[in-house]
């Protein structure tokens, strides 16, 4: 599985998007890029994941590069709750689930 | 309510004493996993499972056991607890499926071994 590059922490201000960069320059044909945050020391939580095509849900947008190099996930307007580390990881769907997480980004929304 | 349930969430024990942590999921998935957490080195795999009889090692396994005999639990084994093995540890569960890969994590054990 291809591993991933993050900024180790960035800041936001409440009601912005926060745009949080990822770079997975060795990804595989086959391989998908998810987003995890974890919130304190809880489990992580699932955010989105996408192939190559840009996706949208109700917590957040990605957005994938057309070389499918790196990846940005995109908090439309932050909130003080969203304050978490970011997961961005790279690995097949199917066929193993053998997962490299990354040190992940920081992300501080402040008021 | 789906969920990934671990037990017990908070253990202190002593160096060599065997223990066992309980992982149970009530979604029908196929592949569990273990990770252990520990300050500035994120989430790292220690053994995963792609079905029940079927497990294998991720980045960390040294000094852990795991067994798949159901769907639904996948327990980590410590057979002989070191201080080095103090952790947050989180079991995880996920679909198997082209374009899923959703996984649900448990809340966490806090596991002191001294």
């Known amino acids: 599985d291809a591993k991933t590059t993050q900024p180790p922490s960035m800041d936001c201000a409440e009601g912005r998007a926060a745009n949080l960069p990822c770079n997975h320059s060795?990804?595989?044909?086959?391989?998908?890029v998810y987003w995890y945050r974890q919130i304190h020391s809880q489990g992580p939580q699932y955010i989105i994941h996408?192939?190559?095509n840009n996706e949208t849900n109700e917590m957040a947008s990605l957005i994938i590069t057309e070389d499918r190099k790196s990846s940005t996930l995109i908090l439309p307007h932050a909130t003080l709750r969203d304050t978490a580390v970011y997961y961005c990881?790279?690995?097949?769907?199917?066929?193993?689930?053998?997962?490299?997480f990354g040190a992940g980004t920081r992300l501080f929304v402040k008021a | 309510e789906a969920q990934v349930t671990q037990n017990p969430r908070y253990l202190i024990t002593v160096t060599g004493k065997k223990l066992t942590v309980t992982c149970s999921q009530n979604?029908?998935?196929?592949?569990m996993s273990w990770y252990r957490q520990d300050p500035g080195l994120g989430l790292r795999q220690i053994y995963y499972s792609m079905n029940v009889e079927v497990t294998d090692k991720g980045d960390v396994p040294e000094g852990y056991k795991v067994s798949r005999k159901e769907k639904r639990n996948f327990p980590l084994i410590l057979e002989s607890p070191s201080p080095n093995q103090t952790s947050l540890y989180f079991c995880?569960?996920?679909?198997?499926?082209?374009?899923?890969?959703?996984?649900?994590f448990g809340q966490g054990t806090r596991l002191t071994v001294v």
């Open positions: 979604m029908n998935h196929e592949y």
């Open positions: 995880a569960s996920t679909p198997k499926g082209s374009g899923k890969g959703e996984a649900f």
């Open positions: 996408g192939l190559k």
């Open positions: 060795t990804i595989s044909g086959n391989e998908y």
């Open positions: 990881i790279v690995r097949v769907a199917t066929g193993g689930f053998k997962t490299i």
